[in-house]
């Protein structure tokens, strides 16, 4: 047994000669190299989970704010509402709006690492808020403002101050997300002199002209997806207690056509002379219409949040009307839909 060990013991030593005369084979990684997993030079560790609260103070029937302390290493933040699509943000707050009254959210918030080889996201860390009682309409002398549920299209800021704890999405122009758009240079921009349908002095409304051109149209354009998709709300019933509001101006005879939109269906009224259904005195002075939500639905339309584009509609558009005869121009203001 002894010699044949002997035996065996030099073909090893021949064996290992020759593998080291020859290409060395590949040798198993040595612990703790760079870049290797277990290197504790790279060990990758989560970012603070935040602490969000809400600032008491800024508890609406329909908003909050919820602020947290910045998270070191973090270069911005997810949030999500109840669940819902998480939204960023570079700052450590966010204002929560279009919300409902008497509603308790949760508002979770994740920090979002500025270098993933060192740090990790953070953990979701959450809260949770009830949203005030809604306002039991207003003190105005205008009944239309002393509702809820606004969906604005024009307002002016005197009057808006008196309703935005009601207002549930606001589609005004401000040529960054909302828009009126002139179709074809058919309209210009009328004088705004005088005082608007509130009375409020330095508040502007809209005027425009006929540019002579064989017709034309204007339309109030809004690109924000989350405010447009709230008009489902009004769906839901169906238009019921619902009113499209609108103030208008006007001497010449003619109809006008009103147009909204839900990107599948486009209904019109046609707004005539104060002798006809919807309709108002053609004197140079402000006048009031209201139009039941009902009407419109009745022909058709029905906001369907799964079928508004990304990046938006029309809301509601003003064109010709169907007389034949075409205005020389034309004031409007306040015009929105809301709940009596």
Known sequence: MKKIFSILSVAMLAMAFVAC????????????EPNEPNDPTTEVTALATPAPAVDEATITSNSFTVAWPAVSGAIGYKYAVNDGTPSSVAINSVEITGLTAETTYTVKVQALSGDTTKNSDSEWGSCTVTTAAAAQGGTSDFACLNGSNYYLITLDATSYESIKDRVKADYRPNDTTNFLYVWDY???????????????????????????????????????????????????????????????????????????????VEVDIQVGDENAEYGFKRDGEWHELEVPMTVFFQKGLYYRAENIPADGMNVLAIVQGTSGALAPGFDIDAFFIYKK
């Open 186 to 264: 058919t309209l210009v921009g009328g004088t705004t002199a005088g005082l608007g349908y509130y009375g409020n002095a330095g508040e502007e409304w809209v005027s425009l002209v006929y540019n002579n051109v064989g017709w034309f149209g204007a339309g109030f354009f809004s690109s924000q997806k989350a405010e447009l998709d709230k008009l489902a709300e009004i769906a839901a019933v169906n238009g019921e207690g619902y009113y499209l509001h609108m103030a208008w101006m006007a001497q010449h005879s003619s109809t006008y056509t009103v147009r909204l939109y839900d990107n599948s």
């Open 21 to 32: 005369e020859g290409e060395t084979p590949d040798a198993p990684n040595k612990p703790n």
